[in-house]
């Protein structure tokens, strides 16, 4: 399975973005996936997780601007950002994992498929 992002681009402060992540072929295992970003000069950050099972987890730094779903008939990922700020500007990636979480996690050591990432730059 390979992970293609788009959507990315430059944005004034306060606007919105909506990043998709499409996941080719269709993963035939169940998977949880996730949106990570590298601002720079720093480490990159789990920034959010959705479960098959509807779970979801954000990081402080987004939660309540920043929506994880997917759209499972067209094998896509998707990451509303809402309210964005010039802190917000980083490489965001989507990530896919297929171990047997109980809870939806944002770190990297849960996710086994990496995008190559998409450039978000807000002013």
């Known amino acids: 399975v390979q992970l293609v992002e788009s959507g990315g681009g430059s944005v004034q402060a306060g606007g919105s973005l909506i990043l998709s992540c499409t996941a080719s072929?269709?993963?035939?295992?169940?998977?949880?996936i996730g949106w990570f970003r590298r601002a720079p000069g720093k480490e990159q950050e789990g920034i959010a997780s959705l479960l098959s099972n509807g779970r979801t987890k954000y990081a402080d730094s987004v939660n309540g601007r920043f929506t994880i779903s997917k759209d499972n008939a067209k094998n896509t990922l998707y990451l509303r950002m809402n309210n964005l700020k010039p802190e917000d500007t980083a490489m965001y990636t989507c990530?896919?994992?297929?171990?047997?979480?109980?809870?939806?996690?944002?770190?990297?050591?849960?996710?086994?498929?990496w995008g190559q990432g998409t450039q978000v730059t807000v002013s």
């Open positions: 072929p269709s993963p035939q295992r169940r998977y949880y």
């Open positions: 990530a896919l994992g297929y171990r047997d979480l109980s809870d939806p996690a944002i770190g990297q050591w849960a996710y086994n498929i």
